[in-house]
């Protein structure tokens, strides 16, 4: 099946710094990926979805500003946490849908995860 | 707005146990519901999914009812094996959408 890449796997910065994770869609183009961000014992909350050519949409109470999004070509979207925190410490998911938009034989494909540490 | 409640784990089995874990959503209409598993360092794989009322979706063993009347996608395996230990997440989307709804997954450990 098709597979969807993530890097890092994990990550420990400093607070203040900014953090860059990539999210590539190996054996498929993606017009449109999206972020998730996963607490301890909560479910995966979407963040925003990240469109090929054209600014990311922010589901309502996602920062845009702290969490930059870019995708820039059909095989990549990056997610960036600027100025990081010890509250942005969580784990981040990424996915991409492989197949033709609006049909049903349409599958979200996921990356491994980002665990993120802000120390 | 749209939900998923799952119920809460761990569920911890002995190998050749039955499973099941409960699903139940929120949702106008007709939502297609799903069911993933992430093994241990790996990411979301789907695992079934059935689109309308009364469809089956089955895989690996695994088979999941969509239940119109009870709002229900409960998972169901006949007979475990170690190789099942993972966490489980029940979705949904909506309206040809592509944003999933997730649950908060249930982490099921199958003991030899």
């Known amino acids: 099946g098709a597979v969807v890449s993530q890097h890092p796997s994990w990550v420990i910065c400093k607070s203040g710094t900014s953090v860059k994770i990539e999210c590539r869609s190996l054996?498929?183009?993606?017009?449109?990926m999206f972020w998730y961000r996963q607490f301890p014992k909560q479910s995966l909350m979407l963040m925003a979805t990240?469109?090929?050519?054209?600014?990311?949409?922010?589901e309502q109470g996602v920062e845009k500003d702290k969490f930059l999004i870019n995708h820039a070509s059909l095989t990549l979207s990056t997610l960036t946490v600027t100025s990081a925190h010890p509250e942005d410490s969580s784990f981040y998911i990424c996915?991409?849908?492989?197949?033709?938009?609006?049909?049903?034989?349409?599958?979200?494909?996921f990356g491994q995860g980002t665990r993120l540490t802000v120390v | 707005g749209n939900s998923v409640t799952q119920m809460e784990g761990p569920v911890t089995l002995s190998e050749e146990a039955f499973l099941t874990i409960n699903c139940t959503y929120t949702?106008?209409?007709?939502?297609?519901l799903f069911w993933y598993v992430q093994y241990p360092g790996e990411g979301l794989q789907l695992l079934l999914k059935?689109?309308?009322?009364?469809d089956k979706g089955s895989n690996k063993g695994f088979e999941a009812t969509y239940r119109k009347e009870t709002t229900s996608f409960h998972l169901e395996k006949g007979s475990v094996q170690v190789s099942d230990s993972a966490v489980y997440f029940c979705?949904?989307?909506?309206?040809?959408?592509?944003?999933?709804?997730f649950g908060k997954g249930t982490k099921l450990t199958v003991n030899p």
């Open positions: 996915s991409a849908f492989s197949g033709r938009r609006g049909l049903m034989n349409t599958e979200a494909f």
């Open positions: 054996d498929f183009q993606a017009t449109t």
């Open positions: 990240s469109n090929e050519g054209s600014k990311a949409t922010y």
């Open positions: 949702a106008t209409g007709y939502p297609s």
């Open positions: 059935a689109t309308k009322a009364d």
């Open positions: 979705a949904l989307t909506q309206g040809g959408s592509e944003k999933l709804v």
